[in-house]
């Protein structure tokens, strides 16, 4: 089995497992660990680790979409114009002030 059929398996395996951030990080792994002279469990340790981060940062995105936070709006973002029978820095005259007569 050539070198070339045997990577193509291992991209090949690597997408059937869904291991996306592996399968794109693999060509330029691959190289690292032969410039380095890294074994194969150095290798393989260092592949799995970018997938492990990739899935990590994947459900920390799905987490805070999916959360209902509020969104982040201030005052300031709120179009004044758009209700011109209100003013943004002062109160209409005709506005009561409620208190609490304990």
Known sequence: ?????????LRGHLA???????????PGE???AGKEKLGHTAFL???LAIEV???EQRRQESLARFACLPAPWQLA????DAQPSRHSHRP???ARTWSVGW
């Open 30 to 32: 691959l190289d690292r």
């Open 53 to 55: 981060t990739a899935s």
């Open 92 to 94: 209409s005259r005709n």
């Open 16 to 26: 059937a497992l869904k291991l996306t951030a592996a399968a794109e990080a693999l």
């Open 77 to 80: 973002d709120y179009d004044f």
């Open 45 to 47: 340790e260092r592949l």
């Open 1 to 9: 089995m050539s070198e070339s059929s045997t990577y193509q398996q």
